[in-house]
């Protein structure tokens, strides 16, 4: 072998070598993938095995029923919780069950028909979404939530459905408890809220009084405090009603006629005078062109302005508040009002504006970091002006001032302006600036006015005050026939206003003429707010003999008044004449004037119903006396929800109230009876607070019966015992005429407190003749 | 940016030829040739493969070569025609520009003229000396410069047996000792028998040392490191007691416990390659700061249940066995790719040489797609950027951290690494 050869040998071994080490290598990285496949199965084995005890685990334990199932609805898996309540035992699944045999009689029928639409549904492709089932079954009531979801494989089949049931009886139980707690805290609410106006009503008819009478300008001064303080706490009771309204839902909207410068006027009157006490400039810019007659809810847009302006003079510490009205036209039967209320207060933060509007928030803890008030009165304004569809905007700068406004579209009613009401305003401000003396006195002059607003009704008998001439107010229609009808005398003039709910001015107008028949003396006058030119004319037309804008000009209607009084009933007024009180008390009734006053009482009738005087004022008295019992049975059986209960009582108050004449509450009574008769819940729930509060108020009126008393001649112990005697001896006889005559004398007394007391449980028991309780009482007091 | 060489270049929005500013900045080119009998040959189809590659005033070579070849008589051809250094290492196969290289030999020459190299090679690491001849080796290549080291390249060839220096034992001493100067480069491989690894530097071929240069001058390295895995097959467990890179407890567990726990069979003490498809998640604070890195194992000990990884393992890091999915991996390239090129693309650098190194446990997840996968991501390489990798037992290179992306020197397995300079 030549050496060539050797080293070709050598480099051919050297090959070799080196292909058998890469054999090897390749061998190697074989064994390695081989070894690291195995064990990545046996990890993969593993972790199957994990799996399957990580889904036992969790089948075994959830709380929640899971039951898996293939293309066909049947049973493939089922969580263990499902055994603990079914019939079926977990060997039946493997043997094959449907879902549909599965959850028979473990579900309502109609539920289980529902739920499997809903399943075939999902394995159809559709989404379902999770819903809740309540019900009950064998005796016990449940809510499920049921989530029913396709297990889809990855190439898009859906090859059975996930459902699970996630037991929610116990957060709906809960959530039930919430509310109903939600609903006695809104019940207790609105009862504290009732409990809490009878006595205000009775501390503001009170104060009223000492307005009148009191002859000290300090004493005066301090009951106009309270009086104001009185009104803001009413108005705070009134919001927290409201609220409890729209918590209820039971917020709605009474579209009528109004005439929208007789809304503005209202505004005017009532927000003027508290800015003026605060030294602020109070301006209106109102549109002359918007049209004066629209169809709306005067009463709740008149609440969101007052609202505003309320606020904006509270929050204004010198500078102007505005009112500006604008309107735009939506299409030829609407406008939106464009209402503003702007102020240079103290403003918001920019961070603050969202807070405004929540309940509970107050301005105050907004504006000035403190809390006052209720809170809630934005808040009742952004729901009114969102259930009107509208909504409030606010536009504020810190320190500079706010601007608050809405559109709200109304329905034109007639689409003549309602005319420059600045003009008539500013005037009527700067008239009051002078220096204010009676054109005449006429003391014998009759006068009736007929407004629903009653502030309106305070205003002209404020402005006639001095003048001596006897005025009536009645706050409709009705009222005012009923007035005519009733009195025997004959009004001399007598002043309608023209836009009112139900009976307006013109119909009433015509059925007072036809009621005085063709030789008629007297006088009728259009009040109105409606200042276009040719109103007159128009009023005219309609019968009136003049007509009168609001806001009324004291002068104006002074020399309306000369006009039409006979020259003999007028008198020039003497400097030193005597103030005419009003209220005083005539002195050809018995019953007091006050009475006479009492806006929704017709006392005439009252007296033609108990037929006279004397039986009209103890009965009045007695329905006064027995009334916070009544209000409390009707307001207890309204929140208990006992129709037939609740029937009985306004029944009974449709009665005792149509007695004293009043009308109003009366008829409502008869509506709320006539209700609970029909099963009607909503009306009653609708109207039972306005009952409420007509009650409330006539009981703040008639507090003044308490004070009457004052005057009485103290009786001595000895004739009290022989009443007691009397009461004891006639109550063992059941003898009605007898106790009653009894009480009727004692009442002339004056009585010490104690015995007040027990004098009025005795009429108490004897109004519900519950005579034992009646004997019980008085038996040891002779 | 990437460049196009060697002709034309970008910068500042001008198109130059051939320099930038009168002067050539840094280019490089690889060969390669599958040559590995007759070394004469072999230079002579390297040499053929520069023949228009112009050099300028500074050189440098990188040499990637297979075990089996006689790298003395290859460096005696080659150094008949470059007087400069050559650098490198034995790897089990190569990567270039032109994809999955199975053997042979591939040289890189990066050449400029505003770049310096300067490039040694230490004497035989053991515990007692390593210190001293890095810092050496490192005090002569950085006098040797003129300005700030901005790079530290180098392989090492360190897991001859348990008492090897570590790789991460290296980085840290030169991380310290230059002042946290970026440091690229990897561990020499073989046929996985793991004695045919070495280093080279010039005619010196050398076992369980480390070749290094230092490159300063108009460079702006960009790096990524992409973990080839994602899956957990463990808890996490806390390092209690270690010593460098042997962990003895793992809680109240030994590390061969907490593998007995997980499934893992350690009867075997020489583990290197069986943990290569599940190896070992380190998640450790520097600077406050969370960074996670791939571990291997390379040594059970039976007596006290401990192991040898191939990196540091410090108490309180935490140890998670994963998974190394073939999708991920393979995933993992493009997305290093993509990084990269879009960190170089944002710079105003020209960029012109791209290294990487991969673990050789790629090689054997992806085992017959690895070529596949070459393919496809040497198609997104800009057009004139020379690249050149190779396939080790542990990959040196910065890691970002998760809150700041700041880098910090660090040795990893498990994983790829680029770097742009």
């Not at chain 1, 002006?385 to 608050?404: A, H, N, P, Q």
């Not at chain 1, 209220?583 to 009475?595: F, L, Q």
């Not at chain 2, 460096?75 to 290289?101: A, N, P, Q, R, V």
């Amino acid at each position: 072998m030549s050496t060539e050869d050797i080293e070709a040998l050598k480099r051919e071994i050297k090959l070799l070598k080196r292909e058998n080490r890469k054999i090897i290598r390749d061998n190697e990285l074989l064994r390695l993938a081989n070894d690291q496949t195995a064990r990545a199965q046996e990890f993969i084995q593993k972790e199957n095995y994990r799996q399957n005890y990580y889904n036992n685990q969790i089948l075994r334990t959830t709380l929640n029923i899971i039951i898996l199932t293939d293309d066909h609805l049947n049973v493939k898996m089922v969580s263990n919780i499902f055994f603990r309540f079914s019939k079926h035992k977990e060997t039946e699944i493997s043997l094959g069950l449907t879902l549909e045999d599965m959850l028979k009689g473990e579900f309502p029928d109609d539920a289980l028909a529902d739920f499997m639409i809903r399943s075939r549904a999902a394995l159809a492709g559709e989404t379902i979404y999770p819903y809740v089932v309540g019900g009950s079954l064998n005796g016990n009531s449940f809510h499920m939530q049921i989530g029913i979801n396709p297990m889809i494989t990855d190439d898009g089949k859906i090859m059975g459905l996930n459902i699970v049931f996630v037991n929610m009886t116990e957060i709906a139980e809960a959530r039930e408890r919430a509310e109903a707690a939600n609903k006695a805290k809104s019940a207790f609410l609105a009862n504290m809220s009732h409990e809490i106006r009878t006595p205000i009503n009775t501390m503001l008819g009170m104060n009223e009084m000492i307005i009148r009478e009191a002859v000290n300008k300090d004493v005066q001064g301090y009951a106009e405090n309270i009086s104001r303080a009185g009104k803001t706490l009413l108005s705070l009771v009134d919001e927290i009603l409201d609220f409890t309204k729209v918590e209820k839902g039971k917020l709605e909207l009474y579209p009528s006629r109004y005439e929208l410068g007789s809304m503005i006027n209202d505004l005017i009157n009532m927000i003027q005078g508290k800015a003026e006490e605060k030294g602020l400039t109070f301006e209106v810019d109102i549109d002359p062109g918007i049209p004066h007659e629209l169809y709306g809810d005067e009463v709740r847009i008149k609440q969101c302005i007052s609202n505003l302006l309320d606020n904006s003079v509270k929050y204004t510490k010198q500078g102007t508040v505005k009112l500006g009205i604008g309107y735009h036209t939506v299409d030829e039967d609407h406008i939106s009002l464009e209402i503003y209320v702007s102020d240079t207060g103290i403003g918001m933060k920019q961070e603050d504006m969202e807070r405004v509007f929540s309940p509970f928030t107050s301005m105050d803890e907004i504006r000035t970091g403190s809390a006052g008030g209720s809170g809630l009165g934005m808040s009742i304004t952004k729901d009114i002006l969102e259930l009107m569809g509208t909504s409030l905007s606010v536009d504020s700068v810190y320190g500079k001032g706010s601007t608050f406004s809405f559109d709200v579209v109304q329905k034109i009613l007639s689409s003549d302006p309602i005319g420059r009401m600045i003009d008539k305003f500013s005037q009527s401000d700067a008239d009051k600036k002078k220096k204010y003396k009676a054109l005449f006195s006429a003391p014998d002059v009759h006068l009736l006015v007929v407004d629903d607003t009653d502030t309106n009704l305070l205003v002209i008998r404020g402005l006639l005050k001095n003048t001596g001439v006897q005025i009536d107010t009645v706050l409709s229609g009705e009222e005012a026939i009923a007035s005519v009808n009733n009195n025997d005398y004959k009004y001399d003039v007598i002043f309608i206003d023209h836009m009112m709910p139900g009976m307006d001015g013109i119909e009433t107008l015509e059925r007072l003429k036809r009621l005085a028949g063709d030789d008629d003396p007297t006088v009728y006058i259009a009040l109105t707010a409606n200042a276009i030119t040719g109103a007159r004319e128009k009023y005219l037309e309609k019968g009136f003999d003049d007509y009168l804008s609001k806001p009324v000009d004291g002068e104006a209607l002074e020399r309306m008044l000369m006009r039409y009084i006979p020259e003999s009933k007028q008198r020039t007024p003497a400097d030193d004449s005597p103030e005419i009180v009003p209220g005083e008390t005539t002195d050809k009734d018995i019953i007091p004037r006050w009475i006479y006053d009492i806006p929704g009482l017709d006392v005439e009738s009252g007296i033609k119903n108990c037929g006279g005087e004397d039986s009209f004022l103890r009965i009045l008295k007695t329905f006064y006396e027995t009334l916070d019992q009544k209000k409390r049975e009707i307001i207890g059986y309204f929140f208990q929800k006992d129709l037939k209960g609740y029937t009985i009582r306004v029944h009974a108050m449709k009665s005792s109230s149509r007695i004293i004449g009043a009308g109003k509450i009366s008829a409502l009574s008869e509506q709320l009876e006539a209700a609970g008769d029909a099963g009607d819940i909503t009306f009653i729930e609708n109207n039972n607070d306005a009952l409420i509060g007509l009650l409330d108020f006539l009981q703040g009126r008639l507090v003044l019966f308490d004070e009457v008393s004052d005057d009485l001649i103290s009786i001595d112990d000895k004739q009290l015992r022989e009443c007691y005697q009397c009461i004891y001896e006639s109550s063992q006889m059941m003898d009605f005429g007898m106790v009653e005559s009894i009480l009727d004398q004692v009442k002339e007394y004056k009585l010490k407190s104690a015995d007040e007391v027990i004098i009025k449980e005795v009429n108490d028991h004897l109004m519900q003749l519950d005579w034992d309780s009646l004997v019980e009482l008085v038996k040891d007091r002779f | 940016m990437f460049s196009v060489y060697p002709y034309t270049c970008f910068c500042n929005g001008y198109l130059y030829d051939k320099t930038c500013f009168g002067r050539w900045i840094m280019r490089s080119k690889v060969v390669h040739t599958d040559i590995i009998d007759d070394m004469e040959d072999a230079v002579e189809e390297i040499r053929e493969g520069f023949s228009d590659f112009v050099l300028c005033k500074n050189s440098m070579g990188v040499i990637f070569a297979e075990e089996d070849v006689e790298y003395e008589e290859f460096y005696g051809e080659l150094s008949k025609y470059w007087d400069f250094s050559f650098i490198g290492c034995t790897t089990m196969c190569m990567i270039s520009g032109e994809g999955f290289l199975h053997g042979g030999i591939s040289v890189m020459i990066m050449t400029g003229d505003d770049v310096n190299f300067s490039a040694g090679i230490t004497g035989r690491l053991t515990g007692e000396n390593y210190k001293q001849e890095l810092t050496d080796l490192y005090d002569r290549l950085s006098s040797e410069l003129d300005d700030e080291v901005k790079l530290i390249y180098g392989y090492s060839d360190a897991i001859k047996s348990p008492g090897s220096i570590s790789g991460q034992a290296i980085v840290n001493l030169l991380n310290e000792y230059s002042n946290g100067t970026l440091m690229f480069g990897g561990v020499a491989s073989d046929d996985m028998d793991y004695s045919g690894s070495k280093i080279f530097f010039n005619g010196s071929v050398k076992e369980e040392a480390f070749v290094m240069a230092l490159i300063s001058g108009n460079i702006e390295p960009k790096y990524v490191h992409v973990v080839s895995l994602d899956d957990r097959m463990s808890p996490s467990y806390t390092i209690t007691r270690s010593d460098d890179n042997v962990v003895y407890k793992l809680g109240d567990y030994t590390l061969t416990e907490v593998l007995e726990r997980e499934g893992f069979n350690t009867d075997k003490q020489d583990v290197l390659r069986e943990y290569l498809q599940t190896p070992f998640l380190l998640t450790r604070e520097v600077d406050g700061e969370k960074i996670t890195m791939a571990r291997s194992i390379s040594f059970i000990n039976h007596e006290d249940g401990s192991g040898v990884f191939l990196g540091e393992m410090p108490e309180g890091a935490t140890l998670e066995i994963g998974y190394m999915n073939r999708e991920y991996v393979r995933s993992s390239l493009d997305r290093a790719m993509n990084y990269l090129i879009k960190e170089a693309q944002e710079s105003d650098h020209e960029y012109s040489t791209t290294f990487c190194c991969s673990c050789i446990s790629r090689y054997l997840v992806l085992s017959n797609q690895i070529e596949g996968e070459a393919d496809g991501w040497t198609k997104k390489l800009p057009e004139g950027i020379s690249f050149m990798g190779m396939y080790s037992y542990g990959e040196v290179c910065p890691v970002r951290s998760d809150k700041t992306g700041k880098g910090y020197n660090a040795f990893h397995n498990i994983t790829f690494t680029m770097m742009a300079i």
